[in-house]
């Protein structure tokens, strides 16, 4: 078994800021990438910001939504990853999802794994 759990996630004013976190636990050999995703009411499924693995080089993408304002970090020793989030906005309301791909078992393939979200509400 695999469990992602988020926390952070909470109310805030516009132009304030919020701290997300993701741990991964359960049967984990390899994590190739970790990042963030969220869904607003009436919406899809959206890229927030992600994150290879350091021996994959670190790369990181970004939404052109929230470049400049958040900031996505990993701990691949703790197998977490998280997600600081500046200068909030109204239109960032939404539920915000950790994903990671990862193999359980060394030989294993890569699989997809969503933990349940965590809210994010900012006000006016």
């Known amino acids: 078994q695999v469990h992602l759990v988020e926390s952070g996630g909470g109310l805030v004013q516009a132009g304030g800021s919020l701290s997300l976190s993701c741990a ?3 049967s984990i050999f ?5 990042g963030w995703y969220r ?3 009436g919406k899809q499924r959206e890229l927030v910001a992600s ?6 080089g670190g790369n990181t993408n970004y939404s052109d939504s929230v ?3 958040f900031t996505i970090s990993r701990d691949n020793a703790k197998n977490t990853v998280s997600l600081q989030m500046n200068s909030l906005k109204p239109e960032d309301t939404a539920v915000y999802y950790c994903k990671a791909v990862l193999a ?4 294993s393939y890569y699989a997809i794994y969503w ?10």
Do not use: D, E, H
């Open 67 to 69: 470049k400049g304002r």
């Open 104 to 107: 359980k078992y060394s030989g």
């Open 30 to 34: 390899s994590i190739r990438t970790m």
């Open 115 to 124: 933990g349940q979200g965590t809210p994010v509400t900012v006000s006016s």
């Open 39 to 41: 869904q607003a009411p």
């Open 51 to 56: 994150m290879s693995s350091m021996s994959s």
């Open 24 to 26: 991964a636990s359960g």
